[in-house]
């Protein structure tokens, strides 16, 4: 757990968002996507309209001089029941940052524990995410475990099919 004499952790208010958003562009750079410029302005509208409404509910750390120095988000979404989730609601954490020079403070876990508390909270069965190789062994210190899901871009498989 992270020392509470340096660091607070708390939920992220509208007035955060610059914060919350910059940390994301840090997060992005960091695992190679190079402009983000973008994604910061859908970013805005995003968090503009979601957290003040509870359907994205971040969490931040916070020096004590009020320096926010690490992220972490939860998103809830619905997609048709599975036998894993008849009701079918999941929770997607995203943003989960903490700036390097304050990396093994215990920040990382303390975020992603108010997180599984708010999912809790919120009735979640089950939460997913996207690992970086970072922060994948503290996922499997908590408990997660790989599934099976891909992806696909969608406009790359359109332009491939136009390609043959």
Not at 61 to 70: F, H, L
Not at 148 to 162: Q, V
Request: hydrophobic residues 40%; glycine residues 8%; charged residues 20%.
């Amino acid at each position: 757990m992270p020392d509470h004499t340096k660091y607070t952790l708390r939920r992220v208010e509208v007035s955060d968002i610059p914060d919350f958003i910059t940390l994301r562009g840090h997060m992005f750079t960091e695992v190679g996507f190079e402009d983000i410029s973008d994604v910061n302005v859908a970013s805005l509208a995003y968090f503009e309209r979601t957290i003040p409404t509870g359907e994205f509910v971040g969490f931040i750390a916070v020096t004590a001089d009020n320096t926010v120095v690490g992220s972490a988000g939860l998103a809830c979404y619905a997609i048709p029941p599975k036998p894993i989730e008849p009701a079918g609601r999941f929770g997607y954490i995203s943003s989960m940052y903490v700036l390097s020079e304050h990396r093994r403070q215990g920040l990382a876990g303390g975020l992603l524990d108010e997180i599984i508390t708010t999912a809790h909270e919120m009735n979640l069965t089950w939460v997913t995410l996207h690992a970086s190789e970072m922060g994948r062994p503290i996922y499997v210190r908590i408990g997660f475990s790989a599934w099976k899901e891909m992806g696909l871009h969608i406009p790359s498989a359109i332009a491939d099919r136009t390609t043959e």
